[in-house]
């Protein structure tokens, strides 16, 4: 069973699309138009593992509800969806509790990466006990996703943020194809030119990291994305 959604958006046309699409993709969802009936599904049965949430809503925006809904639950991740392109105003949704935001108009590729990405860096469980630390074996490596950091017998690789958003998406499709349009969304929010040369540079980076492991491979398929290839068995 995947993510227990709760969506907060009062455009009727938009939201219906959104709640059959991530509903036939397996996810539940409980789908809000008002904001000022939004908290009543924090306290109620439904439990959410993260919250997709319109800044322009009726009677409370979206900045005030992300500020209550972080109060109540800290660690729920929190996607803004806005319509706004003012760097203003996404420093004031990240300042209000935001992890992450999406411009509209938006695919639904899109929004689901994003779902998961979020729902993998805070351990794929929002479970308003604050996030506790991940720690992932690698072959001969251990990943502490946290921290930013790989760990090689005693030598300690202090990674870039974006270094530990690469590679927790490459964990998160351990031994299988990830797309690199996807991947490029993920850690960058689009798929620029740019941003995927940018993707090449990191790559290579941390190729370079997991030198110490023969068994351990980033392979790249041309057209596709990447294979991230680790051993079944630690050494």
Same mark, same amino acid.
């Given at each position: 069973?995947?993510?227990?959604?709760?969506?907060?958006?009062?455009?009727?046309?938009?939201?219906?699309? &959104?709640?059959?699409?991530?509903?036939?993709?397996?996810? +539940?969802? &409980?789908?809000?138009?008002?904001?000022? +009936?939004?908290?009543?599904? %924090?306290?109620?049965?439904?439990?959410?593992?993260?919250?997709?949430?319109?800044?322009?809503?009726?009677?409370?925006?979206?900045?005030?509800?992300?500020?209550?809904?972080?109060?109540?639950?800290?660690?729920?991740?929190?996607?803004? %969806?806005?319509?706004?392109?003012?760097?203003?105003? =996404?420093?004031?949704?990240?300042?209000?509790? @935001?992890?992450?935001?999406?411009?509209?108009?938006?695919?639904?590729?899109?929004?689901?990466?994003?779902?998961?990405? +979020?729902?993998? =860096?805070?351990?794929?469980?929002?479970?308003?006990?604050?996030?506790?630390?991940?720690?992932?074996?690698?072959?001969?490596?251990?990943?502490?996703? +946290?921290?930013?950091?790989l760990v090689y017998s005693d030598e300690v690789i202090q990674l870039s943020q974006?270094?530990?958003?690469?590679?927790?998406?490459?964990?998160?499709?351990?031994?299988?194809?990830?797309d690199r349009k996807n991947l490029l969304i993920a850690v960058w929010g689009d798929?620029?030119?740019f941003n995927s040369r940018n993707l090449d540079v990191y790559i290579r980076k941390?190729?370079?990291?997991?030198?110490?492991?023969?068994?351990?491979?980033?392979?790249?398929?041309? @057209?596709?994305?990447?294979?991230?290839?680790?051993?079944?068995?630690?050494?």
């Amino acid at each position: 069973m995947k993510a227990r959604v709760l969506y907060i958006e009062d455009e009727k046309h938009l939201g219906q699309i &959104v709640k059959e699409t991530l509903e036939k993709q397996g996810y +539940q969802l &409980v789908w809000e138009t008002d904001g000022a +009936q939004v908290m009543k599904h %924090l306290h109620g049965s439904f439990d959410p593992d993260i919250c997709v949430l319109d800044i322009m809503l009726p009677h409370v925006d979206g900045y005030e509800l992300c500020y209550q809904i972080k109060s109540l639950r800290p660690s729920l991740p929190v996607i803004f %969806l806005t319509a706004k392109t003012e760097t203003a105003d =996404l420093v004031r949704g990240f300042e209000a509790g @935001g992890t992450d935001y999406i411009r509209k108009p938006f695919s639904m590729e899109e929004l689901m990466v994003r779902i998961e990405n +979020q729902l993998l =860096l805070s351990n794929g469980n929002a479970s308003g006990s604050g996030t506790m630390e991940e720690e992932i074996q690698l072959g001969s490596y251990t990943y502490y996703s +946290q921290r930013y950091e790989l760990v090689y017998s005693d030598e300690v690789i202090q990674l870039s943020q974006r270094e530990s958003e690469i590679i927790t998406q490459l964990v998160g499709s351990l031994n299988r194809v990830i797309d690199r349009k996807n991947l490029l969304i993920a850690v960058w929010g689009d798929d620029s030119f740019f941003n995927s040369r940018n993707l090449d540079v990191y790559i290579r980076k941390i190729r370079e990291y997991f030198k110490h492991d023969p068994g351990i491979r980033i392979q790249t398929l041309k @057209g596709k994305g990447y294979l991230f290839l680790v051993p079944h068995e630690s050494k």
